[in-house]
C-alpha cells in the first residue's frame, strides 16, 4: 500500500507538526517549501496524498494544483488543500483549481491524521 505523502508548505513550524502527526500513523512524509519543488518532487516521489498550502511564496497553491492536475502521472492523485484561507467561496477556489479536499488552518492535532486519511484509497499506482 502507497504510503507516501508530499507536503507543500513554507512555514517550517506547520511542516513539523504535520510530519509528527503523520509519521506518527506511519506515513512516508516528503516536504516541499514552495510550488515549483513541490511539482518536482511530486514527480518524483509518487505520493499517495498531497498536502498544499495555499498561500505560497512565488507560486500561489492554486497554480500549484493546476500543474499537479496537467501531469497525467498525478491526475488522480488526492490533492488536499491545507489552509488558513477561510473566507466565502475560498473552499471553493480551491477545488475549482484541482484539489480534492479543504482542511482549514490551524489545524486540530486530534483529528488532523483522521481528516487526511480519508482521501487515501490505497491504491499503488
Known amino acids: 500500500m502507497n504510503k507516501r505523502i508530499l507536503l507543500i508548505e513554507d512555514n517550517a513550524q506547520n511542516r513539523y507538526l504535520a ?4 509519521d506518527a500513523r506511519g506515513w ?3 516536504e516541499a517549501e514552495d510550488g515549483p519543488s ?3 518532487i511530486a514527480d518524483r516521489t509518487d505520493p499517495a496524498i498531497i498536502l498544499l498550502d495555499i498561500q505560497l511564496p ?3 497553491g492554486y497554480a500549484v494544483a493546476r500543474g499537479l492536475r ?3 502521472r498525478l491526475a488522480h492523485v488526492p490533492i488536499i488543500a491545507v489552509t488558513s ?3 466565502p467561496g475560498d473552499r471553493e477556489q480551491c477545488l475549482a483549481a484541482g484539489c480534492t479536499g479543504y482542511i482549514e ?8 491524521a483522521d481528516e ?3 482521501y487515501h484509497t490505497g491504491d499503488d499506482t
Do not use: C, H, T, W
Open 19 to 22: 510530519r509528527f502527526l503523520l
Open 28 to 30: 512516508q512524509v516528503s
Open 38 to 40: 513541490g511539482l518536482l
Open 58 to 60: 512565488g507560486m500561489d
Open 70 to 72: 496537467e501531469n497525467p
Open 85 to 87: 484561507y477561510a473566507m
Open 105 to 112: 488552518k490551524p489545524i486540530d492535532p486530534e483529528r488532523f
Open 116 to 118: 487526511v486519511e480519508r
